[in-house]
């Protein structure tokens, strides 16, 4: 590259660091090239500094040293506002982090003008001039504290009631919504019903219990042991045996009911869904009548979450992420996009 009339792009000895103290220095020492007409690729691994190069070279960034021109001119000698104008005549660009390409591991100079032009243009009106002398520019999205909360249904039903609207705050414990219990309080009523019947049986082998062992006292204190035969004596001692055993069997079959009374009851108590946290309902996505499944659903049913304080949360592109510091304040103006 002698002829250095038809150089487009030459850079000599740049140089770029992020940070302060050791920092990181992305750029040393480089030298580069390219000539009008001529489709040029710089390649190499990702973080070798293709994209900082690529930004150094076009002025969205500033060199820490060394010199870059651009047809003819160097723009980093220009002021501010002809930097802009002159980036908004000659160059154009392809952003990285727009995902155009899977996987980016080299940058492209096309140069498609034969010779530089030098043509005056006035904008149409001047660029934007932020107020604060160092500004990082973000996107993202205003949450509530607790973030978000998806609030489902431990059971599968019909919805029977809902007692909460969209902006309600609402307490930890406050029902939401109400399920239909008709089918589960008639189940609670066959239980209860069963578990009488176990509590009756159990007094009835409870009385067997004590005739069986009378009769069995009677015969052991006999004064006459010839009285009564050792074959009936033994089966009376085995009528004994027999009546503790239904007794057991009762009061298990007892057990067995009072459990089944007490599931019941938690599935009616748990069919009343409740906010788990104090909050503020930002959704409601449920009906009266309508069918509330078990699970994950592409919808909420209701949506619930803390808006006092919001919190703001934010993505920096990566050539401003260094700019950020973790105590620094972010001052309005927002401004904020409806989903």
């Not at 009523?189 to 409870?206: E, F, T």
């Not at 930002?282 to 304080?309: C, D, M, S, Y």
């Amino acid at each position: 590259m002698n002829d250095t009339n038809s150089l487009a792009i030459s850079t000599r000895d740049l140089h770029k660091r992020f940070g302060n103290g050791a920092g990181v220095e992305a750029l040393r020492g480089v030298d580069f090239q390219a000539r009008f007409a001529e489709l040029t690729f710089i390649v190499g691994p990702s973080g070798c500094g293709k994209t900082t190069l690529l930004s150094v070279i076009t002025g969205l960034l500033d060199p820490t040293a060394g010199e870059v021109e651009l047809f003819g001119e160097r723009p980093g000698e220009l002021p501010s506002s002809d930097q802009i104008l002159f980036r908004r005549k000659n160059l154009g660009f392809v952003f990285q982090q727009y995902n155009l390409l899977p996987a980016l591991t080299f940058g492209i100079f096309s140069v498609v003008r034969s010779q530089p032009q030098h043509e005056a243009t006035v904008p149409p009106s001047s660029p934007a001039i932020s107020p604060y002398s160092y500004t990082v520019a973000a996107v993202g999205l205003v949450e509530a504290s607790s973030e978000d909360i998806a609030i489902g249904t431990p059971l599968a039903d019909v919805v029977a009631e809902v007692f909460v609207t969209g902006g309600q705050s609402v307490k930890a414990g406050d029902p939401l919504f109400r399920l239909d219990g008709r089918q589960r309080r008639a189940d609670l009523g066959a239980r209860q019903a069963d578990l009488r019947v176990a509590g009756s049986q159990v007094k009835v082998n409870a009385a067997l219990l004590d005739d069986v062992t009378r009769q069995l006292r009677f015969a052991e204190d006999l004064p006459d042991k010839r009285a009564i035969s050792a074959e009936d004596l033994a089966r009376r001692r085995s009528a004994v045996e027999i009546a503790q055993a239904r007794i057991d069997e009762a009061k298990a079959r007892v057990a067995a009911a009072a459990a089944q009374v007490k599931m019941i009851e938690t599935q009616i108590d748990r069919s009343i869904v409740r906010a788990p946290v104090d909050g503020t309902v930002l959704q409601v996505k449920i009906h009266p009548g309508e069918f509330a499944p078990v699970g994950v659903t592409p919808a909420p049913l209701v949506l619930l979450g803390r808006v006092k304080p919001l919190h703001i949360r934010v993505d920096v592109d990566e050539h401003e992420a260094w700019r950020v510091r973790a105590e620094a304040k972010a001052p309005p103006p927002f401004v904020a996009t409806p989903c």
